[in-house]
């Protein structure tokens, strides 16, 4: 197979070479999900790769005046996941990069490789949807700042048009008494894929009632979903078990999992509310 | 039960019956019943030679070496500490142990390791492992989803090796590395049994099978 191997130096160059080679080409990041899938047989590598590697802009991780963090898209799982302005701000965010597949994956797969995959079940979309993440997206001649939930359209597919290149994905900061978590059903410790995720983000007032909460679940919808019903039901509300186990109801209610190999679609269903729940357990506890 | 000499009586289908008189059965479970009732558990003891396997065969995987001692009977015993998440069925194995009878251990490092990684394999067959079939396709032809327990998965392992030599393998060994990858299966889904009460009766014990086993009970009660 002869495959044609480009590896611009600016996001303008890449985007001109998507453009100009057309839909057979293909922006090539951490290479975990494109080159796996060529390998298993799911889809062959296009006839064009566009590596990002050599583009200085998209390697770096950086916190501006207004305490947006700007996260480059070749920014690596276990750069996230080590990084202590993560670590200590968006913690789900850690949680989801350190879980990961396994460390090689983490080594080389990228922040802008899990999400242009557009996968369900990737790790980092439920973090970056309850933090009000923006992808920039950069065409040859102009380019534009879209919302996460914007980006998600379907399984395996986003809003990126094919000439664009995702740069980078701009996080706002978090205010007050806040605390996240990412939590995802595991059937083994290592080498596994989201069955079903929940992240949860909480914010608590002086009286330690919940100001503001985010929800979002992982592999149980086309895409990674927001769940503003049981959002709204924690708004206001002192924490309590009667309380969180309504916003589990209210999660299961909006989820619409799929049978396959991985889990019965009944079950998947079920363990939303588990997930859920725990997940908010664990965010009002960092909050706390 | 059914009134005939011993001599008479012929053992077939899973039961025995009186030789010329086919209607004339008994199960075998029928019988254990009623010797609980009048003698206690029926028991008894047995022996056989193994037969020596025929000299063409076996060239490939461990050679000629090894090959009488593949018939040789084997025995192990294992056990298993689990911790059950009730919630979502998922089934961790915290403790396992290997009492096997390994013949000599001829390098008993190499028993050891071969106990411990076969042990970890059967973990995994007793709860993920499955290959799952669609019109005749596998759809879990990788890694990602017929799922192997990894190196993080495996447990706290403790292992007893028991030397009985073997009448034909080398030094007296017998096979020791397939043995541990069978029985831990049973400890397993006994040690759910036993801390969260139910009993799954299907392989592998995966979550959702737990779960649901879970679930009937709490509807039973």
New interface residues.
């Given amino acids: 197979v002869n495959i044609q191997f480009f590896e611009p130096q600016t996001l303008q160059e890449a985007a001109r070479l998507l453009q100009h080679h057309g839909p057979d080409a293909r922006p090539l990041a951490g290479g975990t999900d494109l080159v796996v899938q060529a390998r298993t047989g799911k889809k062959p590598l296009p006839a064009t790769l566009v590596h990002l590697g050599r583009i200085p802009e998209m390697n770096a991780m950086a916190m501006d005046e207004d305490g947006v963090l700007h996260l480059g898209a070749r920014v690596s799982h276990a750069e996230v996941e080590q990084s202590p302005a993560v670590l200590e701000r968006w913690t789900a965010m850690a949680d989801a990069a350190a879980i990961v597949g396994s460390p090689a994956t983490r080594h080389i797969g990228t922040v802008g490789g899990n999400l242009c995959n557009g996968s369900p079940a990737m790790e980092l979309g439920g973090p970056l949807l309850v933090f009000d993440a923006r992808l920039r997206l950069v065409a040859p001649e102009s380019e534009r700042i879209l919302g996460l939930a914007e980006f998600f359209v379907g399984p395996g597919a986003t809003a990126r048009a094919p000439e664009e290149v995702l740069a980078e994905v701009l996080i706002p900061p978090l205010t007050g008494r806040s605390g996240s978590v990412y939590l995802r059903l595991e059937f083994r410790k290592a080498m596994e894929i989201a069955v079903v995720g929940a992240t949860a983000a909480v914010q608590l007032d002086e009286a330690g009632a919940i100001s503001d909460c985010r929800l979002a679940l992982t592999a149980v919808a086309p895409v990674i979903i927001r769940v503003p019903e049981a959002e709204a039901a924690l708004r206001g509300q002192r924490p309590s078990e009667d309380v969180l186990a309504e916003a589990g109801e209210l999660a299961r209610a909006a989820a619409s999992p799929i049978d396959d190999v991985r889990a019965p679609a009944a079950y998947r269903h079920d363990m939303v509310k588990v997930l859920t729940v725990r997940a908010l357990r664990k965010a009002l506890e960092r909050a706390g | 039960m059914l009134e005939a000499a011993p001599q008479d009586l012929a053992l077939s289908n899973g039961g025995v019956s009186v030789r010329g008189v086919p209607d004339r059965f008994v199960t075998l479970a029928e019988i254990a019943t009623r010797a609980m009732d009048l003698t206690g558990p029926l028991w008894g003891r047995g022996a056989v030679e193994t037969l020596p396997m025929p000299s063409e065969a076996g060239a490939g995987c461990a050679g000629r070496a090894m090959l009488p001692a593949f018939t040789e009977p084997t025995f192990c015993t294992h056990a298993a500490r689990v911790r059950v998440d009730t ?4 089934v961790t194995v915290l403790e396992a142990v290997s009492a096997q009878e390994v013949g000599c251990a001829i390098n008993p490092v190499g028993v050891e390791g071969q106990m411990e990684g076969g042990l970890v394999h059967g973990i995994g067959n007793a ?2 492992e499955h290959t ?1 079939f669609q019109d005749g396709m596998t ?7 017929y ?1 192997l ?5 495996a447990p706290a392992i403790k292992t007893a090796i028991v030397e009985t030599p073997s009448a034909v393998g080398p030094f007296g060994g017998r096979g020791v590395g397939e043995p541990p990858v069978i029985a831990i299966a049973g400890a397993i889904g006994n040690a759910i049994r036993a801390g969260a009460g139910v009993h799954v009766t299907r392989m592998p014990m ?3 099978r737990v ?2 086993a879970l679930r009937e009970r709490e509807g039973r009660r």
């Avoid at chain 2, 919630?87 to 998922?90: A, C, H, I, Q, Y």
């Avoid at chain 2, 759809?139 to 989803?145: A, I, R, S, V």
């Avoid at chain 2, 327990?149 to 998965?153: G, I, L, Q």
């Fill in positions: 919630e979502t069925g998922v709860l993920t799952v759809l879990n032809p990788g890694f990602l989803d799922k327990m990894t190196a993080s998965d995966t979550p959702d779960y649901e």
